[in-house]
T-cell receptor
Framework: AQTVTQSQPEMSVQEAETVTLSCTYD???????LFWYKQPPSRQMILVIR??????QNATENRFSVNFQKAAKSFSLKISDSQLGDAAMYFC?????????????FGGGTRLMVKP | KAGVTQTPRYLIKTRGQQVTLSCSPI?????VSWYQQTPGQGLQFLFE???????NKGNFPGRFSGRQFSNSRSEMNVSTLELGDSALYLC?????????????FGPGTRLLVL
């Protein structure tokens, strides 16, 4: 079974600065997807960014980028120019790519605080 | 397009009762998944439905069940509620045409069992 680990329960960052959230995973599969979801106080899960394991290029979405290290099974999220609205819980998630369905395995989450 | 909708948004039940939660996926989405979120256990996968068939099931007791209708709307049912079933229940949908699409989540149903 796959596992996802987020070793930082809480992180804080000054507004306009950069922060990196860590995620490691364990799998024996070669084809899979990785995601970062954001959950603000409203509890709505919002997709931040996704990475397909077969793509070597790191995904980027505006201020959000990932550092995907397949051999190390590491998938960190970098948030640049942090904004107050970035404050939320961030979850790293794994999904198999073998066409078996949409089951996501989540990490325990990292609470990000943004200081003005 | 309208997003994933879940009803009701909040629910209070007592131990031993049963409850049914509903999820309407984004139009055109055929896969619906359910997750339970609690402070102690985090986010856990319950089950996934695709074309009215359960495709995947998480490690939950048989008290948790679900179904999907021909219009892709899904319901989950919890019978004989226990205090530990208090949680946020999240539903997510995806098109599942290539199998590579992303899931989108609804706002959740918060269930409190007294």
């Amino acid at each position: 079974a796959q596992t996802v680990t987020q070793s930082q329960p809480e992180m804080s960052v000054q507004e306009a600065e950069t922060v990196t959230l860590s995620c490691t995973y364990d799998t024996s599969e070669s084809d899979y997807y990785l995601f970062w979801y954001k959950q603000p106080p409203s509890r709505q899960m919002i997709l931040v960014i996704r990475q397909e394991a077969y793509k070597q290029q790191n995904a980027t979405e505006n201020r959000f980028s990932v550092n995907f290290q397949k051999a190390a099974k590491s998938f960190s999220l970098k948030i640049s120019d942090s904004q107050l609205g970035d404050a939320a819980m961030y979850f790293c998630a794994y999904r198999t790519g073998n066409n078996a369905g949409n089951m996501l395995t989540f990490g325990g989450g990292t609470r990000l605080m943004v200081k003005p | 397009k309208a997003g994933v909708t879940q009803t009701p948004r909040y629910l209070i039940k007592t131990r031993g009762q049963q409850v049914t939660l509903s999820c309407s996926p984004i139009s055109g989405h055929r896969s619906v998944s359910w997750y339970q979120q609690t402070p102690g256990q985090g986010l856990q996968f319950l089950f996934e439905y695709f074309s009215e068939t359960q495709r995947n099931k998480g490690n939950f007791p048989g008290r948790f069940s679900g179904r999907q209708f021909s219009n892709s709307r899904s319901e989950m049912n919890v019978s004989t509620l226990e205090l530990g079933d208090s949680a946020l229940y999240l539903c997510a949908s995806s098109p599942w045409t290539s199998g590579r699409e992303t899931q989108y989540f609804g706002p959740g149903t918060r269930l409190l069992v007294l």
